[in-house]
């Protein structure tokens, strides 16, 4: 079973990550663990990560997927993994498919922890963690029995100073600038399964196993289809058709009730205009015909007597 955690700085990716490991024997690859052990090993790839960090620089997306490629190498991940903390952007997320395509170890699904702003908030601003034996609590949903010290060993208890309002909201807000797409772009292939992580531990554990064990016994999910695409702004919709023995005929209107539709008025063809100079020749000639059939009338008539003697 092969998965990659999503969710915001404080969702619980790291706890729930730690029961999956201990329920289905697979290794949690931290990219963040990842890197600081290749540094601490003076691999390579630490070596060259460790010279980008030393000009100031991040390190590359092609040394990250290196050091997760050559730890999913290994014999324990075989039977699959749970990344975590890698992909942050859907380019680094379509490195990572192809990746796993050329080790032919795809993914099987993309989980994400849901937990809206407020509870965020609560979480990260509330934290304490004993500095002796490294047990975790909350000021707000899970308070130690005696103000900053432990339960189990009586040690003080440590707030991070990057716990504060104002660094957390930062860090949110590029959580949603730019992990939150990765959101769509596991949705559109019809690999992310959303969980309700508000709550305590174990239900929300009970939640992630509600989906993961049809994966694990094999039983796939068909992929969603593609969301239709918009149509165009300023085209006019496509007209409704009723499909009539394999053909597809306009619809007509629907009547009515107590009117009927209107009739359309006939169209009067305009009557025909000869050219200026057409007319003036046709005028011309009418005339012309008038005067000689005066002519031949006055050379037929006889002429008129007179009543005198010679």
Do not use: W
Request: proline share 8%.
């Amino acid at each position: 079973m092969r998965i990659v955690l999503l969710g915001a700085p404080g969702s619980g990716k790291g706890t729930q990550a730690k029961l999956l490991v201990e329920k289905y024997r697979i290794p949690h690859v931290s990219t963040g663990d990842l890197l600081r052990a290749a540094l601490a090993a003076g691999t390579p790839l630490g070596l060259q990560a460790k010279a980008a960090m030393d000009a100031g620089q991040l390190v590359s997306d092609e040394i990250v997927l290196g050091i997760i490629r050559e730890r999913l190498r290994h014999n324990d991940a075989k039977k699959g993994f749970i990344l975590d903390g890698f992909p942050r952007n859907i380019i680094q997320a379509q490195a990572l498919d192809g990746m796993l395509h050329n080790l032919n170890q795809p993914l099987d699904a993309a989980l994400l922890l849901d937990v809206d702003f407020d509870a965020l908030m609560q979480r990260l601003t509330g934290r304490r963690t004993c500095e002796n034996c490294g047990a975790s609590y909350n000021i707000y949903t899970n308070p130690p029995r005696l103000d900053d010290q432990c339960d189990r060993c009586g040690a003080p208890l440590h707030h991070r100073a990057d716990d504060n309002e104002e660094t957390i909201g930062n860090r949110l807000r590029v959580y949603d600038a730019q992990t939150k797409p990765l959101i769509d772009f596991y949705r559109n292939q019809g690999r992310l399964e959303s969980i309700n992580a508000v709550g305590e531990v174990e239900m929300i554990f009970k939640r992630l196993l509600t989906v993961l064990e049809p994966i694990a016994r094999g039983v796939r999910k068909p992929k969603l289809s593609p969301p239709p695409a918009k149509p165009a702004r300023g085209k006019p919709a496509a007209q409704a058709v009723a499909p009539v023995k394999g053909k597809s005929l306009p619809v007509k209107p629907a009547k009515i009730a107590g009117k009927s539709p209107r009739k359309p008025i006939p169209r009067v063809p305009p009557k025909k205009t000869l050219p200026k100079k057409a007319a003036t020749a046709r005028t011309a000639s009418k005339k012309s015909a008038v005067k000689s059939q005066s002519r031949t009338k006055s050379a037929k008539s006889p002429a008129k007597k007179t009543g005198g003697r010679r």
